[in-house]
T-cell receptor, first 116, second 109 residues
Framework: GAVVSQHPSWVICKSGTSVKIECRSLDFQATTMFWYRQFPKQSLMLMATSNEGSKATYEQGVEKDKFLINHASLTLSTLTVTSAHPEDSSFYIC????????????FGNGTRLTVT | RKEVEQDPGPFNVPEGATVAFNCTYSNSASQSFFWYRQDCRKEPKLLMSVYSSGNEDGRFTAQLNRASQYISLLIRDSKLSDSATYLCVVLLYTDKLIFGTGTRLQVFP
């Protein structure tokens, strides 16, 4: 079945640095990918919709200059957390539609970001 | 009011028990409905879609009531491996997915 690969699985970085997270669709082309964030004991919240070849669409309250999204090919989307702060520590998950009608999305395995 | 509401639990049940989870949604532009399972610190995995006619997959039964905007999941003969958080998920006509906060299930021996 369709698989979405996300890397890295976890990262620890110092405050003020930038972190890039990659999301790849391994056996299908994804014109659209989604980036979610999940804080402890909370639901997944959509941050932005990544569109291949065009600008990402950000949800209300998500800073586009802080969370840079690049979707340069049909199989790769990247999320860069710029100038990370401790409050950015969270679980980030990407997803893509694998084209199956019985499953809206296939998720990457997530990236746990800890900013110290 | 949250768009998708679930009882957070936790539900602590013995092996073999039957447990039911409920979910309500408020957005009338809801197109499709799903139950996902999420293990601790892992990504969500699709458990099953939910149809108005009700659907069953082994020990799992899902029901949808559009008039009441209510979704349910029934797990029969609970196993230890069923311990996880169960997420009620709604797909809007805008293709936006809305996740509930999840209901945590703990099955004990």
């Amino acid at each position: 079945g369709a698989v979405v690969s996300q890397h890295p699985s976890w990262v620890i970085c110092k405050s003020g640095t930038s972190v890039k997270i990659e999301c790849r669709s391994l056996d299908f082309q994804a014109t659209t990918m989604f980036w979610y964030r999940q804080f402890p004991k909370q639901s997944l919240m959509l941050m932005a919709t990544s569109n291949e070849g065009s600008k990402a669409t950000y949800e209300q309250g998500v800073e586009k200059d802080k969370f840079l999204i690049n979707h340069a090919s049909l199989t790769l989307s990247t999320l860069t957390v710029t100038s990370a702060h401790p409050e950015d520590s969270s679980f980030y998950i990407c997803s893509a539609n694998g084209g199956r009608t019985d499953s809206p999305l296939h998720f990457g395995n997530g990236t746990r970001l800890t900013v110290t | 009011r949250k768009e998708v509401e679930q009882d957070p639990g936790p539900f602590n049940v013995p092996e073999g028990a039957t447990v039911a989870f409920n979910c309500t949604y408020s957005n009338s532009a809801s197109q499709s409905f799903f139950w996902y399972r999420q293990d601790c610190r892992k990504e969500p995995k699709l458990l099953m879609s939910v149809y108005s006619s009700g659907n069953e997959d082994g020990r799992f039964t899902a029901q949808l009531n559009r008039a009441s905007q209510y979704i349910s999941l029934l797990i029969r003969d609970s196993k230890l491996s069923d311990s996880a958080t169960y997420l009620c998920v709604v797909l809007l006509y805008t293709d936006k997915l809305i996740f509930g906060t999840g209901t945590r299930l703990q099955v004990f021996p």
